[in-house]
């Protein structure tokens, strides 16, 4: 019979008014991947708090936490490290300007009495805990100069080298390839055999549901309901996670392929990135990118936008022939790309949202004196706040206070108040949860219905063929096929992915 390593009963949680978790229970089997799943504000974030020991539930006497077989009414942090409780966070908590080798060994070294570092011991923890994996980075490597795939996979490594006996992991998978993904459940698998339970969080419904045992759905802080993933489909976890039905339309491409295209690549070449790019996007047409990480996707897209000019080749806007040197001459003609990480490069998260979304545009805001004209800028803020809709408790609030679905709206937004011919997005719902999904693609199609040339970039594949009406795969710098979205599948997608499954770039 499967023991409980961890459960829980009438958990609540109450911030100044806000009632974030409701008579929760819970309860994690040795061995077993648990998926906790739900939409933002839903309460994952403060159980998943609870459970380290960072947040304590709010009294109650019919409270009880039992760990290990050991009844209690709280856990400390220090008591949930002493129970093997590791925690893998989204944001990663690594050491930029450290080593690979000193941050996966980085608690070793911390807990280590001797008055020498002994950097071959530390070597070889590091290297044990890649092998479990089954990676191989350069130790020696600035984890800053690393991709974000290849930080995540250090942030793995490091939790582990302790001795484990849950593993919380937050969006693990949301920067790794189908290949890391496969490399990394692999690992998960051979843990759970070996007794060790993986609590698992993931806006990826579907590889969700392939991955875990069980499935804990919370919506509002309250506890829906815990399913057996063998039971359920992504259709009706999405329903029990959203409380609504979400249907999927595909999006159908009414202009015209005639006439002169918003962008137009010919041969277009960068040494070591991508080779030989032809690509044409009409107005209002949505093209989705996609391929595995390193193909040259988001090379191609920082290309376009002035970032990393192309070697050879030529490229047109609306019929001209530009030579994209800059960031300021892709603006300057038209080109607006939102990245990846919003929070690093698409917003400064301690500026107001006002200034995030107007920061594109300060020189079309201002008096014939030179000064900013306030009044302007608020009316321009509260314009693209209604249209996009995005829940903000004011303007002046900081964009770090806002749930990731919102932050990408004023990013969307910062880019939309430069009225762009062509819109480039990368991975535009990454770490956002199904309904502000939902939200975000419903713009990105509005956009392109207006006359708008829009470019996905994304690993989903889902998302590129729901959103676009043509579905371009890279593989090492190259566009190596073509899929219409009406008439293609995903595993028809994957499947050509797949086959020309490598990582390297031939350039």
Known sequence: MESDFLFMRHINKRYAGVQALTDIDFSIRQGEIHCLAGTNGSGKSTLIKIICGVEQPDPNPETLIRIAGDDCHRL????????????????????????????????DMMSDSSRFVSWKKHREIALKAMEKIGISIPLDKKVAKLSMA????????????????????????????????????????????????????????????????????????????????????????????????TSYVPYRFTGRKEGTPILE??????????????????????????????????????????????SSGECRLCG????????????????????????????VLEQSIEKNIVM???????TYLGLLDGLSIHKQVDRYVEELRIKIPGTSFAARTLSGGNQQRVVLAKWIATNPKLFILDNPTVGIDVAAKSGIHEIIKKLASEGMGVIIISDEIAEVL????????????????????????ESDIQAFIDSHAVREVDA
């Open 76 to 107: 400390s942090r220090m008591d949930a490290i002493r129970y093997g409780i590791q925690v893998i966070y989204q944001d990663l908590s690594l050491f930029p300007n450290l080593s690979v080798q000193e941050n996966i060994s980085m608690s």
């Open 150 to 245: 290849d930080q995540q996979l250090v942030a793995i490594s490091r939790a582990l080298t302790k001795d484990v006996k849950l593993l919380i992991m937050d969006e693990p998978t949301t920067a790794l390839t189908k290949k890391e993904v496969d490399a990394l459940l692999r690992v998960i698998r051979d843990l759970n055999g070996a007794g060790v339970a993986t609590l698992f969080i993931s806006h990826k419904l579907n590889e969700l549901i392939q991955v875990a045992d069980r499935v804990t759905v919370l919506r509002d802080g309250k506890k829906v309901g815990c399913f057996s993933c063998s039971e359920l489909d992504a259709q009706n976890l999405e329903r029990y996670m959203t409380g609504t039905n």
């Open 265 to 310: 690549c010919k041969k277009l070449c960068r040494k070591d990135n991508f080779k030989d790019i032809d690509l044409t996007v009409y107005p209002g047409e949505i093209i989705g990118l996609t391929g595995l990480l390193g193909s040259g996707r988001t090379e191609l897209a920082l290309s376009l936008f002035g970032l990393n000019p192309p």
């Open 320 to 347: 001209e022939r530009v030579d994209l040197r800059s960031v300021t001459e892709a603006m300057r003609q038209g080109v607006a790309y939102v990245p990846e990480n919003r929070l690093v490069e698409g917003l």
């Open 360 to 366: 594109t545009v300060l020189e079309r805001n201002l």
């Open 466 to 489: 729901y959103n676009s009406n043509r579905v371009l795969v890279m593989n090492r710098g190259r566009i190596i096929g073509e899929f219409d979205s009406e008439n293609a599948t």
